[in-house]
């Protein structure tokens, strides 16, 4: 387990690297750890055929969301199927499912034996209720992302969205509800990571979750500790669906939701634990400071908070390369340094963070804090 505001730290936690993030030591010298997981992509028919490496990404994205939105891999969780069979059970054209599923058994997201297709064990592992974690809500959020990043030439050229995404949300509602439950697939993904290495201070009872959208860190924690209640602050948008999740796990006693701007909205006082858990990448640099500074405020002496993030290191990341891009067109910010996260940290009172990189690298890092 961790203990805070040490220089070295022991975890038994296997899937993780854990190193201290103090103000004093360079980020970049511990990025040095994630070298050797830098993605590349290659092809070798590129060379002749340079066109392909445009086209089939664009396919390959374009049909596994496809099979997402129709509902093809959850159709074929019970085993396998002919086109005939899944035609009739998602209403769509015999010939339209045999090529959607021959293209994407050339893509390894499904096998065929004869005349029957079937899922690989990956996608029923990721893409089905029948798996870990359901990945399908993610499949249909890329359905709205992949509208937004035709925008991507246009946010350029200006430095940002024609109008944030939280804006598009309103004028949209549905963009907010599938966004919030994309979150939450994620968020089951990451729960287990939180639970196992946060450890509450002593008699901890409250509770804040900044941006807590579908609420299941809240909930998770408030489980795990029979004595927590919390508070969840997000937009109107990304709550459509938390009281009802809240309600089934009977937990209405202890949560609440404050739906508002966080900016601006009264977070309440004297808590033990605030979450942040990739909240940062949304707001300015300025911003974060300043919320740095209002989480010290409202934290007990003792008290923590937990920063979910993918840091800005060097060298970076394909995935996090790509995630500054989305950023651009969603909310015009971007992902930060360790360095400059501590450094808000440290001006707002905290002692320095303790830093844990999750594995893969690709799922973030945590930052903990202790006032
Ligand atoms: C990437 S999601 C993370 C959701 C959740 N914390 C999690 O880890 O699964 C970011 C969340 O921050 C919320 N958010 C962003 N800016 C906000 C603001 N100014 N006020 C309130 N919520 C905000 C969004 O609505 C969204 O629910």
Known sequence: MLEYGVRTLDTDFPYHDSLECAPEMTCSSLTDLNDAQTITIQS??????????????????????AAGRIGLFEALSDGP????????????????????????????????????????????????????????????????????????????KRGGPDKSLWDKMVDRPEMGSDFSRYMHAFARHLTTDLLDNIDLPPGASRMLDLGGSHGLHSISFCERHPELTAVIVDLESALSFTEDLIERKKMSDRISLLPGDLLHADWGTDYDVVFYLSVAHNQTAEDNLAIMQRIHQV????????IHEYLDDQPILAYHAAFKLTLLTETATRIFSCQEISQWLAEAGFAPPIRLDLKPIEKGSLLVARR
């Open 44 to 65: 070798d028919m590129t060379a002749e055929l340079p066109m392909l490496d445009v086209f089939m990404p664009m396919m390959k994205s374009a049909a596994i969301i």
């Open 81 to 156: 199927r002919d086109a005939a069979s899944l035609a009739v059970a998602l209403s769509a054209s015999e010939q339209a499912i045999a090529s959607l599923a021959e293209f994407l058994v050339t893509q390894s997201y499904l096998e065929q034996h004869g005349t029957t297709f079937a899922n690989t064990p990956i996608t029923s592992r990721w893409f089905t209720s029948q798996g870990i974690v359901d990945y399908n809500p993610g499949l249909i959020w890329t359905a709205q992302a992949w509208d937004l990043m035709s925008g991507l030439a246009d946010s350029v």
């Open 299 to 306: 934290l007990r002496p003792g008290g923590i908070v937990v």
